[in-house]
């Protein structure tokens, strides 16, 4: 008895857990054939990368808590000792993207516009705008960066909701850095697909 209540138990603890896991869409909602080539972040956004940028990290383990974190690079690496003491690689420029899962769209708006605010706060804004983006509307920043000890001095944030995820991408430029952060942002941004 207990044997096979156990089994039982097993079996439906993998029927849940499969029925947890999102399956990678078919087709974008842009009509685009979803691509395995692409950088998949939490099956919900898919980054047909584009040239130039090295995947670096494509993290989700905060997947529990809805949040999925992917970034690229730009350029030659550097050693870098942060704030902390702690050893890191810094880019000539960097990509970051983070998505928050909510169940409802009203809260990743409210997390949308949260992380906005956190923005104004931590950089000086230089221009803002709102802007589409293969068909998604975001709010774009152009901004430098107030730490003194960040190694970073200048970027740009998008900031967007799809359905009920927000969306933030940034990039952020090392002084050296020559390209512009307005066009790299917008062409990462085209490059983004969305599941239907």
Request: hydrophobic share 40%; glycine share 8%.
């Amino acid at each position: 008895m207990k044997r096979s209540t156990a089994l039982w138990l097993g079996a439906l603890l993998c029927v849940c857990l499969a029925g947890c896991a999102q399956p990678a869409p078919e087709k974008a909602a842009d009509g685009a054939a979803w691509s395995e080539d692409w950088v998949t972040v939490g099956n919900v956004i898919g980054v047909d990368t584009p040239g130039g940028l090295e995947l670096q990290e494509n993290n989700d383990t905060l997947a529990q808590k809805g949040m999925y974190y992917a970034a690229w690079s730009i350029g030659g690496e550097t050693p870098f000792v942060n704030a902390d003491g702690d050893d890191a690689t810094v880019y000539d420029a960097q990509i970051c993207l983070l998505l928050a899962g909510h169940d409802s769209a009203e809260k990743a708006q409210a997390q949308a516009a949260e992380l906005l605010d956190m923005a104004h706060s931590m950089y000086t804004v230089e221009d803002t705008a709102e802007a589409v983006y293969n068909g998604q509307s975001f709010t774009v920043i152009t901004h430098t960066y107030r730490s003194e000890t960040n190694p970073y001095q200048r970027g740009a944030s998008a900031f967007g909701v799809y359905r009920n995820y927000a969306v933030n991408v940034e990039i952020s430029c090392r002084e050296e850095f020559t390209g512009g952060v307005q066009e790299i942002l917008a062409d990462f941004l085209e490059h983004c697909h969305y599941s239907t």
